[in-house]
């Protein structure tokens, strides 16, 4: 693994090597071990052309304690605003001797670009584009699924909400469908559903009950306004009726079913406060696996873990 650019078409193989990988980092951050020499020397250049809070946090944090030297290019004060080319902000940053370039980028395919154009030793990390991919994120979800339910071949996995605009939903459903599970549902109004989904293997529900039922476990998904440039969007009070996770339909779902989403939340439009900080939900577990997980990722593409 060079790059990790798209959770689609990676190998099973690969995919439980860095849940593998991640998995011994874990217990290094338990024991209070603040860094591992992994990376001592490397440099990384985290460049999110747009908001993040956990994303860029958790690379940051994962890059330190593998000993990297972290850079985080501001992007609202970089040369960017004056026109510079993306394709010229990494050339430049290649100059200054970057190993791996961690890019978040609103147009879907920037980072695949970007790995095009960089020297064969320069590795790039896709930390979301536009609405095509997440893998990382898709990778902490695995990685959660997987310490909460061990194995993934009985498991039924519900995404709910703006499935359409979802990068984090397209990479988890290549992820989960390379993993094994049981069955994959899109739970969402037919107008944020994608067409080809039954072709990815998804099931695709527009009532939430019936979506919900039997379910291991739900995926809940933020609307994307940001995304949906005049569209007609729905009112959050009607939204949170019909797609909201409250109490009473997280009991449709099975009873030991666990809740999670990629954040930012937005509480009382897709998901209610009891649910969001109930018993059954694991987000903030999420984000703290995030850590490993990125620390995995890039000590791999590094060739620093093998
Ligand atoms: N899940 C996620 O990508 O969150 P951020 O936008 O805060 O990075």
Redesign the pocket.
Known sequence: LTHLITTEGIPRDILTHILDTAQTFVPLAERDVKKVPLLRGKSVFNLFFE??????TTFEIAATRLSADVFNLNINVSSASKGETLLDTIANLSAMQADIFVVRHEASGAPYLIAKHVAPDVHVINA?DGRHA?PT?ALLDMYTIRHFKQDFSNLTVAIVGDVLHSR?ARSNIHALTTLGVAEVRAIGPLTLLPSGLEQMGVKTYTDMAQGLRDVDVIIMLRLQNERMRGALLPSSHEYFKHYGLTPQKLAIAKPDAIVMH???MNRGVEIDSAVADGSQSVILNQVTFGIAVRMAVMSIVAGASS
């Not at 908001?51 to 860029?56: A, H, I, M, P």
Request: hydrophobic share 10%.
């Open positions: 908001n993040s809070t956990r994303t860029r979301g997440h994120q984090v990629p954040g930012p």
